[in-house]
């Protein structure tokens, strides 16, 4: 594993003032988990197969555990036609994530091989964490960011605890509350309400929308056109410091459609912004009844497993060797506390 990626989780940010003493949830973005020690990560076995993702998610895993001491681990994945609902209301909707460039040219020699390998060690990933006393959760037609959002608020609620969410993902920061706490691997730091509002120089809870004005390229989900952060701040002073609503906005608009174009723009594409502020609002996820009841079963009647024979059996197998040092030791320094009786 790469000392860079090392570094980046054994960092704890002095912001997270660790209580072990109550609860604290441990909810990783497993796919944007994966992706990253994928991309992060050269390592091929004594075969030639491209172990980086596999190996590096592990080891994350086991960083994350270490530094932020949770009490319950999540790990969430999307599922099968994932982006369904959210291309039904906009087709474009991460369209350009078909569209990409080799990540490893020194392992793969095209697009097609290396989507292949990611998939089976998805696959050979969720393998491994069923042999783990976590909860691994996944739902049909559904996407982690609206299973973690629910889980979030599920588990926000309980009595003096915190929950961590890990994920590169910007979205998640609309979820910070005084008792969860967004920890982006890319940076190293852990996003509070007063770390939101340093960064991005807005109130916190007006995030989602500033994400719907100024739109996310990663997911192609277009914004304002013309609108960048000056012209934001200059248009809107109101989101650095009074709370917003998508009418609130419109009403600025219409007050000052004569004084600058973006505001004109504003009210010409209001059909598009409500579209894209519905596909990011994680305060109302895209689930079902039977979804909400499904995540909240899974809190509540957790069946843990802790089978270290299977992991070494699948880590020999696949030839991990170094990624994990004395797997065994590493195992139960790091799981065995979480398995209970349930």
């Known amino acids: 594993m790469s000392k860079n990626l090392l570094s980046i989780l054994d960092n704890v940010s ?24 994928f991309a992060m990560l050269n390592m091929v ?15 994350s895993l086991g960083a994350l555990i270490r530094q932020i001491n949770p009490t319950e681990v999540y790990v969430v994945f999307d ?17 350009n994530r078909n569209i990409t460039r080799i990540t490893n040219w020194e392992v793969f020699d095209d697009l097609g091989e290396e989507h292949d390998s990611k998939i089976d060690q998805i696959i050979r990933l969720i393998s491994y964490v069923k042999t783990l006393p976590v909860t691994l959760l996944s739902l049909e037609k559904t996407e982690a960011d609206d299973i973690i959002a629910h889980l979030s608020k599920i588990l926000s609620k309980k009595k003096n605890s915190q929950t961590f969410i890990v994920s590169s993902d910007q979205d998640f920061l609309q979820l910070v509350t005084d008792n969860i706490i967004v920890y982006r691997p890319i940076e190293k730091v852990y996003y509070t309400k007063d770390k ?24 192609n989900i277009p914004g304002v056109k013309g609108l960048g952060i000056k012209k934001l701040f200059s ?59 499904y995540i909240e079963s899974a809190v509540s009647n957790k069946k843990l497993v802790f089978l270290p024979d299977q992991f070494q059996s699948l880590y020999d197998e696949d030839e991990l060797g170094g990624m994990i040092r004395n797997t065994r030791l590493w195992l139960n320094d790091i799981f065995k506390v979480f398995k209970k009786d349930n």
């Open 196 to 219: 939101v509002e340093e960064k991005f120089k807005i109130l916190k809870d007006n995030f989602l929308i500033y994400k719907t004005l100024m739109g996310d390229s990663s997911d």
């Open 235 to 293: 248009k809107f002073p109101e989101i650095k410091d009074t709370p917003l609503t998508l009418d609130s906005i419109v009403n600025i608009c219409e007050g000052k459609f004569k004084n600058h174009i973006i505001y004109t723009r504003v009210l010409d594409s209001l059909n598009e912004l409500k579209n894209s502020y519905k596909i990011m609002d994680l305060s109302n996820p895209m689930l079902s009844k039977d979804d909400k009841e």
């Open 79 to 95: 599922g099968p036609g994932s982006s369904m609902a959210r291309k039904n209301i906009n087709p474009k909707y991460k369209a």
């Open 45 to 59: 076995n004594s075969k030639g197969t491209h172990i980086g993702g596999l190996g590096g998610f592990l080891r």
């Open 14 to 37: 002095q912001d997270t003032n660790p209580t072990p003493q109550n609860d604290r949830y441990l909810i990783i973005d497993g796919l944007n988990l994966f992706f990253r020690n």
